[in-house]
T-cell receptor, first 114, second 111 residues
Framework: NAGVTQTPKFRVLKTGQSMTLLCAQD?????MYWYRQDPGMGLRLIHY???????AKGEVPDGYNVSRLKKQNFLLGLESAAPSQTSVYFC?????????????FGPGTRLTVL | DAKTTQPPSMDCAEGRAANLPCNHS???????VYWYRQIHSQGPQYIIH???NNETNEMASLIITEDRKSSTLILPHATLRDTAVYYC????????????FGGGTRLMVKP
């Protein structure tokens, strides 16, 4: 049981390039989330998904797109990367929408946009 | 979701209890108090949560005041590995059941 995994761990992009971050979970969780964390700050929610084929915007969705084609995977895309998107990106998942369910986080992807 | 207030940093001696306070004076009746921690830029790790009663697990204890306006996370015997940023989060049954992270408390456990 690997939990929540993220690919890649590190990436450097040039302004205007595109990329996709992959999050995978093997816990059969319904809910998945993408957060970003800037230096010295707490995590901010980008997008989330409450099930396969459904996504919704979080607090800071601009410049990102997401897809949840399979229950176990949640993809975060940057179509045209900007230096302001330099951050650490964390994926998380949880079982159901109950208040007592906890989120499990991946190890993060460190993205630098030059 | 209710906003939380935490001190930005705290120190604790190794082996002593670490008591991390959190103020959530605008909490509503159906909102839970959650604690997560983040060790050196790793992904956040769940610690404990509660609604109104005090809770204890293998990691920590959570003390919630009777009026639910504040709470304290207690690490009974802090170790160097407990050095981390601790986040207090109040969350209700919102759409997507999102967690809203504030600045947290940076706990430094010293030998």
């Amino acid at each position: 049981n690997a939990g929540v995994t993220q690919t890649p761990k590190f990436r450097v992009l040039k302004t205007g390039q595109s990329m996709t971050l992959l999050c995978a979970q093997d816990m059969n969780h319904e809910y998945m989330y993408w957060y970003r964390q800037d230096p010295g700050m707490g995590l901010r929610l980008i997008h989330y998904s409450v099930g396969e084929g459904t996504t919704a915007k979080g607090e800071v969705p601009d410049g990102y797109n997401v897809s949840r084609l399979k229950k176990q995977n949640f993809l975060l895309g940057l179509e045209s990367a900007a230096p302001s998107q330099t951050s650490v990106y964390f994926c998380a998942s949880r079982l159901l929408g109950l208040a007592t369910d906890t989120q499990y986080f991946g190890p993060g992807t460190r993205l630098t946009v030059l | 979701d209710a906003k939380t207030t935490q001190p930005p940093s705290m120190d604790c001696a190794e082996g002593r209890a670490a008591n991390l306070p959190c103020n959530h004076s605008t909490i509503s009746g159906n909102e839970y108090v959650y604690w997560y921690r983040q060790i050196h830029s790793q992904g956040p790790q769940y610690i404990i949560h509660g609604l109104k009663n005090n809770e204890t697990n293998e990691m920590a204890s959570l003390i919630i005041t009777e009026d639910r306006k504040s709470s304290t996370l207690i690490l009974p015997h802090a170790t160097l590995r407990d050095t981390a940023v601790y986040y207090c989060i109040v969350r209700g049954d919102n759409a997507g059941n999102m967690l809203t992270f504030g600045g947290g408390t940076r706990l430094m456990v010293k030998p």
